[in-house]
């Protein structure tokens, strides 16, 4: 190991103590896996938001009134947020933004392909807190685990949630840049046809009385949580504050699932019996079993990526390979800021081709966790600058299979457009957002800013 005097021997799978190893720990491999319970605990909480209506109606409602100069701006800042509904936010959101900018007299295509490019390049960006989170935070654990002798370091949901916020503000301003000034006055002439939604459509943006007092009464619930969640960590002595009284480190931090979870769910609930679009305890518990219901697939690739990381860390494997990819970098040069811009483009580069981002995590990030860390760098740096090759590219991949629901959609709008035509289009915000985020990352490790509470740049 490099820096001690220590030594890795490399044990083979294929071995009588590897088939051995395998069998007793198959079952403990995946049922440790922490992704797996901080990802499921958040779906089910949001699950319950969005399925009582939450999420739409707040969407809504950013957007219904906007002034129309404005509008592009707006779409693109909302969609940056939108993660937290998980793959929902591309197909809710675009036909939204296509008739909010339909009954402002704009082209509502703009809107459609503009919403759906900022949602999908600025999926890893936003003030808010999701699953995705979750998900790339315990893949990040489990990485830094391989390095577990020699290095120390934690990871919490949190620890890129400065750089998000940033981002998702930077992103907005040229997202609604490049909808307003560079997408818009490239689109066809737009004529209304008999597929097109008509202008009564714009009503549907509305809020009814109902959703509008169950957007207030869900403000309220929630500033009451919020407040006391901060009783419970900021005053001297919280319970909720951690050795010898810090604010960071600190067991809200660690414990942040949990108290996300009962944000979403209070919402949710709160919302849904407002409105009446949850019926009792039983509309609560079908809409997180709804929810649960469609991470099957997710499931079973976090079995396998369980599989792969424990593997690594057994048989160290990761470690050889870290050291080796570490030492690569140094002997090309690259042990700085372009050691991430490398690695952010090889990132993208493989994100056309495989677009799910917990899987080109899970096998990527064991490797290049502890390599940056060898060099220096902290997980949540590694985390933010996979984030950022892992949105960019996701735009413009026929891998993607909302980019064919997209295409549908514009059809209504625009008949003769076609999958090139559409792929073009959205090529257009790949290259600015790639730009701005590496320059967002440039300020946050040029100026050691923290990632997030707690997450510095540099490993302690």
């Known amino acids: 190991m490099p820096g001690t005097d220590d030594t890795k021997q490399i044990t083979g799978l294929l071995t009588g103590a590897g088939v051995r190893w395998l069998v007793e720990n198959l079952v403990t491999n995946f ?21 009582a209506g939450l999420l739409e109606t707040a969407m809504r409602a950013t957007l219904a009134r906007a002034p129309r100069a404005f509008l592009p701006y707006l779409v693109a800042l909302v969609a940056c947020q939108a993660h937290m509904m998980s793959d929902v936010a591309a197909i809710v959101l675009p036909p939204l933004a296509a008739v909010v900018f339909k009954s402002a007299g704009r082209h509502p295509a703009a809107g459609l392909i503009g919403g759906f490019a900022c949602v999908t390049a600025g999926y890893a960006a936003g003030f808010t807190i999701g699953s995705l989170d ?8 489990q990485a830094v685990a391989v390095l577990s002798d020699t290095h120390h370091a934690d990871v919490n949901i949190l620890a890129n949630y400065f750089f998000t916020a940033a981002s998702s503000l930077v992103l907005g301003l040229i997202g609604g840049f490049l909808i307003s000034r560079v997408l818009e006055p490239r689109l066809p002439a737009y004529t209304a046809t008999a597929d097109a939604p008509d202008a009564s459509e714009s009503e549907d943006i509305r809020l009814t009385p109902a959703e509008r007092r169950g957007l207030l009464c869900t403000g309220l619930v929630v500033a009451v ?3 006391v969640v901060l009783s419970l960590w900021l005053p001297n002595g919280a319970p909720l504050r951690g050795e010898g009284g810090a604010l960071v480190p600190s067991p809200l931090l660690t414990g942040i699932v949990p108290v996300l979870f009962g944000a979403f769910l209070l919402a949710g609930v709160t919302y849904g019996f407002t409105v009446k679009t949850l019926s009792g305890s039983e509309g609560v518990v079908a809409a997180m079993t709804d929810s649960v219901k469609n991470m099957s697939g997710y499931v079973v690739m976090m079995f396998v990526a369980a599989q792969v990381i424990a593997v690594f860390n057994w048989s160290n494997l990761g470690v050889l390979l870290a050291v080796k990819a570490a030492a690569l970098l140094k002997s090309v040069g690259l042990t700085g800021f372009g050691a991430l811009v490398a690695f952010i483009l090889l990132v993208s580069c493989l994100n056309l081709v495989i677009l799910s981002g917990s899987a080109l995590w899970s096998l990527i990030g064991p490797v290049f966790v502890p390599a940056f860390m060898l060099l220096g760098m902290s997980p949540a740096l590694s985390q933010a600058a996979f984030r950022i090759g892992d949105s960019a590219t996701a735009v413009i991949t026929p891998m993607n299979p909302y980019v064919f629901l997209l295409l549908a959609l514009l059809q209504r709008y625009e008949p003769e457009a076609r999958l090139g035509t559409l792929i073009s289009r959205l090529a257009i915000f790949v290259g600015p957002f790639l730009v701005a985020w590496l320059g967002i990352l440039a300020v946050f490790y040029g100026f050691d800013l923290p990632l997030g509470p707690g997450a510095g740049i540099s490993l302690k």
Request: glycine residues 6%.
């Open 225 to 227: 949580y919020a407040a």
């Open 31 to 51: 049922a440790a896996f922490p992704p797996i319970a901080a990802v499921l605990l958040m779906i089910m909480a949001v699950g319950v938001a969005e399925r």
């Open 134 to 141: 979750a998900l790339y935070t315990g893949i990040t654990q």
